[in-house]
């Protein structure tokens, strides 16, 4: 990762400030609804461009590993997540839907990072990152349906419009964009450039969100901490059973960190892309899903720096 995908949070932290700041400025919020959207599509058009699904088949070459992080990640983690959510955030279905996007979705980008900073097994790590975001993008909208379709908030026509304008769309694009391409050192320099500016379309899209629905957020404060202490949970205990499961089948440390940073990790960006086109006047779903990386990031760099202090005994 450069020094820009590292500063990651430093800038979503800055691109939600200037957003509150700049509340008041007219011209600004008129504009802020498209910046929204049309920057998330971009931002999710680099992700698809970036990750080589072609490698895929790699994921499956420790099957160990593949069977157990899938099974936390898209069996255990929804199911407890649900626990979770319907446990402390039952009173406010917004609240709990964000929630549960949030803890849905396996990490895509920066749980590489923090595998590396706690020397885990970072090619595994990689091998696995293909699978985990085709089957998000198929996963998560059942679920969603699944579990909350009676609330009268989960509309099946506004999920696949979402999925089609923000997800199928950007993602048919890069195919078409590197099977078109075939200079390999052009090819190479536009997936560059995507990447290294994933981070930017990312922090103009929270910009707009945040300008936009300022006054929501501000209305909402007390509700957001809310959100805090299921995530806490989520994180300690996924911990825990990370540690037990890596022991039981008798993981290396390499591969229990591995292990760890793909089931605990989030990829909050692609689930607010979602919830966004999905709930434009449910604002609390989009907002929950931009707070949590702020409170997921300092516990993940935690976690890292735990993981390292237990590789003395593991």
């Not at 450069?2 to 949070?9: D, T």
């Not at 997540?81 to 955030?89: A, E, M, P």
Request: hydrophobic share 55%.
């Amino acid at each position: 990762m450069n020094l820009l995908e590292k500063s990651e949070p430093i800038f979503i932290f800055v691109a939600i400030i200037f957003g509150l700041l700049f509340k008041d400025v007219d011209i600004l919020t008129n504009i802020s609804p498209h910046l929204i959207n049309i920057f998330l599509a971009l931002m999710l058009f680099a992700i698809f461009l970036d990750v080589p699904l072609k490698e895929i088949k790699d994921s499956f070459k420790n099957t160990k590993f593949t069977t157990t992080s899938l099974v936390i990640n898209f069996i255990w983690t929804p199911l407890f997540g649900y626990f979770l959510g319907d446990l402390f955030l039952n009173s406010n279905i917004n609240l709990f839907i964000g929630f549960f996007m949030l803890i849905l979705t396996p990490c895509t980008d920066w749980y590489l990072l923090f595998t590396k900073m706690a020397k885990g097994n970072v090619p595994l790590s990689l091998s696995i990152l293909p699978l985990n975001l085709i089957l998000q993008l198929i996963l998560l909208p059942a679920y969603l349906l699944l579990f909350f379709s009676s609330s009268n908030t989960i509309q099946l026509v506004d999920l696949m419009d979402s999925l089609i304008t923000l997800v199928i769309i950007p993602f048919i694009t890069a195919q078409i964009i590197k099977y078109i391409i075939k200079n390999k050192n052009a090819k190479k320099k536009i997936i560059s450039f995507f990447s290294s500016s994933q981070i930017i379309f990312l922090c103009i899209a929270i910009f707009g969100l945040f300008n936009t629905e300022a006054s929501s957020l501000f209305e909402n404060l007390n509700a957001i901490g809310f959100i805090l202490v299921p995530l806490i949970l989520f994180f300690t205990i996924n911990f825990i059973l990370d540690y037990l499961v890596s022991k039981k089948l008798e993981f290396n440390y390499d591969n229990y960190v591995s292990l760890t940073l793909t089931t605990l990790a989030r990829n909050s960006p692609l689930a607010l892309a979602i919830a966004i086109q999905s709930f434009p006047n449910n604002h609390l779903i989009a907002i929950a899903l931009v707070i949590g990386p702020l409170i997921e990031l300092p516990i993940l760099y935690i976690v890292s720096r735990v993981l390292l202090n237990i590789k003395k005994i593991y």
